[in-house]
């Protein structure tokens, strides 16, 4: 029973972050809120260091947190099986920001982002570092662009 309680109150106090999948929707946003956009380029079932990415910085409770109250997340995700392929609107937009933001088609490839489109920061492949080292990167310019 105690473990239910802990549970259910870690549930409602931890952070919930949404990727959304249309960068125009995640400027409008950041432009509401006065948050930056991290752009994240991944090949969710076929790139390894893109699966490591999410797994140990990406989906941690503490870039989360952090992503909550200052970040708006976008996922450009290019999958490669066919049980995991995408809507054909939704590849046309990943397509669309890749021609935009990631040319070269580098995976993983990770953009910090103001509301106006300006690239603040880039990661190319995975960032060797822990989700706190990564969210500290994150931290002075999010306070430098408020």
Known sequence: MKFLFVFFITALFSAHVTWLGNFNEAKAEAAKSHKLILVNFSGSDWC????????????TETFENFASEHLVLVRADFPRQKKNQLSKEQVKLNEALADKYNAEGKFPYTLLIDGNGKVLKVWDGFPNESAEKFVAEINPIVNASR
Request: glycine fraction near 8%.
């Open 48 to 59: 390894g260091p893109c699966i490591r990415e999410r797994k140990e910085i990406l989906e």
